[in-house]
């Protein structure tokens, strides 16, 4: 699995990776966060980034996440770029990360795909109309599909009806995407106490 280097102003990289650990009920193995301050020495910080590359490098190398393209913690993330086996993204968001960790066992090229598409696709206008729903694709699930969608899927098997088991007005790519999100469809927001 590819380790995964998170390099942004300071309190975002810890801020980032303690969502991770928050997501998945504790941090992965070989994800690190690099805060950068603002009286921070930015050589001391490119030899603490090597430093961190080498420890969490994988057979199929690292990925490293910063915040904002052209700002320090960017142009410290951009000195890796050269390194063998490491790819550097700009725009870090929590989707990006996301993605990445979920994607962290494929070739570096298609997590970066993936990392970028989380990215890209994570970002949603919230409003009175509701988003269309993702399909289960479309969702973010890592390769390996999550339990629920596994349990969908040989539902959906055992019974070719489409809409068996579900309220009526309930569309399928609705089941579908919330399988893949935790019980909620994939850009749906849901308030604080429904269920």
């Not at 694709?137 to 969908?152: H, I, K, L, V, W």
């Amino acid at each position: 699995m590819a380790g995964i280097l998170i390099i942004a102003h300071a309190p975002l990289a810890t801020a980032l990776r303690e969502c991770i650990a928050h997501i998945y009920g504790g941090c992965p193995a070989r994800i690190g966060a690099l805060d950068v301050l603002p009286d921070s020495d930015p050589a001391e910080v490119v030899a603490k980034a090597h430093s961190e590359i080498e420890r969490l490098r994988e057979d199929n190398g690292a990925l490293v996440l910063t915040d904002m393209f052209g700002a320090t913690p960017s142009n410290i993330a951009a000195r890796l770029a050269t390194v063998p086996e490491v790819r550097v993204l700009a725009g870090v968001n929590l989707p990006m990360l996301v993605r990445a960790v979920c994607y962290r066992a494929t070739p570096l090229d298609t997590l970066v795909e993936k990392a970028l598409a989380g990215a890209s696709k994570g970002v949603q206008t919230i409003g009175p109309t509701m988003p269309p729903v993702a399909s289960a694709s479309e969702c973010g699930c890592p390769p390996a599909p999550c339990t629920e969608a596994t349990t969908d899927a040989t539902k959906q098997a055992a019974n070719p009806n489409p809409l068996a088991g579900q309220s009526a007005g309930e569309p399928a790519a609705a089941t579908r995407g919330a399988a893949c999100t935790g019980g909620v469809a994939a850009g749906v927001f849901r308030p604080a106490g429904s269920t």
